[in-house]
């Protein structure tokens, strides 16, 4: 049998990373940029050039250098759109 001291020893150690991952959940989901309209441009944009590319080594065709140089929400939906629509297009395994 446990006795007291250890149960508790165990307890935190088992609630301490749990705790530590809610915390880090709740920092990054503050940052509302998924809610820019610029993210939202730029992720229309990155799914563009994720349809578009046909080869590793070609180059975007849909995206604004001025937007993806200065702003992070479009930088960031961009990166997303080109992600989420590049995998959309693979053929499934079978």
Request: some cysteine; overall charge negative; proline content about 6%.
């Amino acid at each position: 049998m446990c006795s007291g001291g250890s149960f508790e020893l165990v307890a935190r150690r088992a609630v301490a990373p749990v705790l530590m991952l809610l915390l880090a959940g709740c920092a990054m989901q503050g940052s509302g940029i998924e809610e820019s309209p610029n993210y939202s441009l730029g992720f229309g944009d990155g799914c563009a050039s994720a349809s578009a590319v046909t080869t590793p080594s070609q180059q975007p065709t849909r995206r604004d250098e001025e937007l993806y140089k200065d702003d992070a929400a479009y930088r960031a939906g961009w990166a997303s759109g080109l992600s989420t629509c590049r995998m959309d297009t693979r053929p499934a395994p079978f």
